[in-house]
């Protein structure tokens, strides 16, 4: 049972407010599968919240609730949605373009999704180069975009009723930059608003005025937003908690379950070539270099990570590791990764391993923006601040404390969200030592 060190976590009562910078696949599909499951219309595949248990003390106390019955999570019911994007179609609009859901199941839950109306989005064409819309904040300086955007902030919790927010990012993936010296502290990083710093990029306006307006903050894109000394100062200064970055859904999560396994075995490996086709606004944003490189580094940085050659030279000191991604719009939102893998074996003799996950990104991804913005709500609510880096399950890149390497190992990822969670309600942390058991 519980123990007096558990943390004190607010109760989840009344309306949970999701604010979504980018109406598009990802995000219609997530609220539209809310909407959905609440009717009695699917089931919540994917989703840990949901449909995960998790086991409390030794084996033989047979006590593995359900994590929603086990932490005090948001409710379905009091999920409410809003949003910006740089098109003006409503949810259900936007919904149907992409084409991820069927349009029968689409009309069951029209009504909810006609009522989201995309606010005025914050947008520059130098981070984002392949696709423009006329939805925008036109005017003002950069300051003035995140004073607009906080209003905005304000006006939906009004309206909608919500108690609490959380914001997630599913827009596109910016431009590569790295941290520039207007990203060194808050003081240069507001001074750079007001001037127009070209080094501020839009995604970073949202997370600013989200974490300004106490508001906890999740980037589901590789650009850098929140990791930049500036935003995670503001982050702990306003206890509020921020995960990201990077959705982990179809090839790179095929490789966080394979990569550590072939480490387990300590079976070599000499190269691991990807490459990927998809059709839907994700690959046309990715054809433009810029966007692709953003994306192209947290891909490649997995498997350094879990391998660690540098520990282990003989098995991965000379891998090749390669990152395609290839626009094809007949495929739409279904993707396609294939991979081929050269590992090695006893003495050095050479195999092979290939895949073609023919998966479908934002079916993939809906469950995990679920999970961040009820975990997120989470934390904030038991008083956690910065960067959550228990939420590393559900990112190509996870944020870590400066300095720190990030743990891509899917399995140690779970372990560690789990026991996040037991340490959170006062229970032991499962260690599988098991000694136990037969003294």
Same mark, same amino acid.
């Given at each position: 049972?519980? !123990?007096?060190?558990?943390?004190?976590?607010?109760?989840? =009562?009344?309306?949970?407010?999701?604010?979504?910078? +980018?109406?598009?696949?990802?995000?219609?599909?997530?609220?539209?599968?809310?909407?959905?499951?609440?009717?009695?219309?699917? $089931?919540?595949?994917?989703?840990?919240?949901?449909?995960?248990?998790?086991?409390?003390?030794?084996?033989?106390?047979?006590?593995?609730?359900?994590?929603?019955? #086990?932490?005090?999570?948001?409710?379905?019911?009091?999920?409410?949605?809003?949003? %910006?994007?740089?098109?003006? =179609?409503?949810?259900?609009?936007?919904?149907?373009?992409?084409?991820?859901?069927?349009?029968?199941?689409?009309?069951?839950?029209?009504?909810?999704?006609?009522?989201?109306?995309?606010?005025?989005?914050? #947008?520059?064409?130098?981070?984002?180069?392949?696709?423009?819309?006329?939805?925008?904040?036109?005017? @003002?300086?950069?300051?003035?975009?995140? /004073?607009?955007?906080?209003?905005?902030?304000?006006?939906?919790?009004?309206?909608?009723?919500?108690?609490?927010?959380?914001?997630?990012?599913?827009?596109?993936?910016?431009?590569?930059?790295?941290?520039?010296?207007?990203?060194?502290?808050?003081?240069?990083? /507001?001074?750079?608003?007001?001037?127009?710093?070209? /080094?501020?990029? *839009?995604?970073?306006?949202?997370?600013?005025?989200?974490?300004?307006?106490?508001?906890?903050?999740?980037?589901?894109?590789?650009?850098?937003?929140?990791?930049?000394?500036?935003?995670? /100062?503001?982050?702990?200064?306003?206890?509020?908690?921020?995960?990201?970055? =990077?959705?982990?859904?179809?090839?790179?999560?095929?490789?966080?379950?394979?990569? *550590?396994?072939?480490?387990?075995?300590?079976?070599?490996?000499?190269? %691991? #070539?990807?490459?990927?086709?998809?059709?839907?606004?994700?690959?046309? $944003?990715?054809?433009?270099?810029?966007?692709?490189?953003?994306?192209?580094?947290?891909?490649?940085?997995?498997?350094?990570?879990?391998?660690?050659?540098?520990?282990?030279?003989?098995?991965?000191?000379?891998?090749?590791?390669?990152?395609?991604?290839?626009?094809?719009?007949?495929?739409?939102?279904?993707?396609?990764? %294939?991979?081929?893998?050269?590992?090695?074996?006893?003495?050095?003799?050479?195999?092979?391993?290939?895949?073609?996950?023919?998966?479908? =990104?934002?079916?993939?991804?809906?469950?995990?923006?679920?999970?961040?913005?009820?975990?997120?709500?989470?934390?904030?609510?038991? +008083?956690?601040?910065?960067?959550?880096?228990?939420?590393?399950?559900?990112?190509?890149?996870?944020? !870590?404390?400066? @300095?720190?390497?990030?743990?891509?190992?899917?399995?140690?990822?779970?372990?560690?969200?789990?026991?996040?969670?037991? %340490?959170?309600?006062?229970?032991?942390?499962?260690?599988?030592?098991?000694?136990?058991?037969?003294?």
């Amino acid at each position: 049972m519980p !123990t007096s060190d558990s943390v004190r976590i607010a109760p989840a =009562d009344g309306k949970l407010g999701i604010l979504i910078p +980018g109406i598009g696949a990802v995000s219609t599909t997530f609220m539209a599968g809310v909407e959905a499951v609440k009717r009695g219309l699917g $089931v919540p595949v994917g989703s840990l919240t949901q449909l995960a248990t998790i086991r409390l003390g030794k084996r033989t106390d047979n006590r593995t609730p359900y994590i929603r019955d #086990f932490v005090p999570l948001a409710k379905l019911d009091g999920l409410v949605f809003g949003g %910006w994007d740089i098109f003006e =179609d409503t949810a259900y609009e936007a919904a149907a373009n992409a084409r991820v859901l069927e349009p029968s199941l689409l009309e069951k839950v029209r009504e909810p999704l006609d009522a989201i109306r995309p606010m005025k989005a914050v #947008f520059d064409s130098e981070y984002v180069r392949r696709i423009n819309g006329p939805n925008v904040k036109q005017t @003002g300086s950069k300051m003035d975009k995140a /004073e607009m955007l906080m209003e905005d902030i304000r006006n939906f919790k009004s309206t909608s009723g919500a108690d609490r927010l959380v914001m997630i990012w599913c827009a596109s993936t910016e431009v590569f930059h790295r941290p520039a010296p207007v990203h060194a502290t808050l003081k240069d990083f /507001e001074c750079g608003l007001m001037k127009n710093d070209p /080094e501020i990029a *839009p995604s970073q306006i949202y997370a600013y005025a989200a974490l300004k307006s106490g508001v906890p903050f999740a980037n589901g894109a590789p650009n850098l937003t929140t990791d930049a000394p500036a935003l995670l /100062e503001l982050a702990r200064d306003r206890e509020i908690p921020i995960c990201g970055k =990077d959705f982990k859904t179809g090839q790179t999560f095929m490789k966080t379950l394979l990569a *550590p396994g072939l480490k387990a075995r300590m079976l070599g490996m000499s190269g %691991w #070539f990807s490459t990927n086709i998809l059709g839907n606004r994700d690959g046309e $944003v990715l054809e433009d270099p810029g966007s692709f490189k953003t994306k192209e580094e947290t891909k490649l940085s997995v498997l350094e990570q879990i391998l660690q050659p540098h520990l282990y030279p003989e098995l991965y000191k000379n891998l090749y590791h390669a990152v395609r991604i290839n626009y094809y719009p007949p495929r739409g939102d279904a993707k396609e990764g %294939w991979d081929n893998i050269d590992i090695f074996g006893w003495l050095g003799y050479p195999m092979q391993i290939k895949i073609d996950f023919l998966c479908r =990104d934002s079916i993939l991804a809906a469950p995990l923006v679920l999970d961040l913005v009820l975990f997120l709500d989470l934390a904030q609510r038991a +008083g956690l601040k910065g960067i959550q880096e228990w939420l590393s399950f559900y990112f190509k890149g996870p944020m !870590t404390a400066p @300095g720190l390497y990030p743990e891509h190992d899917i399995f140690i990822q779970l372990m560690k969200l789990k026991n996040t969670l037991r %340490w959170m309600r006062g229970e032991d942390m499962i260690t599988h030592l098991g000694l136990d058991y037969y003294d």
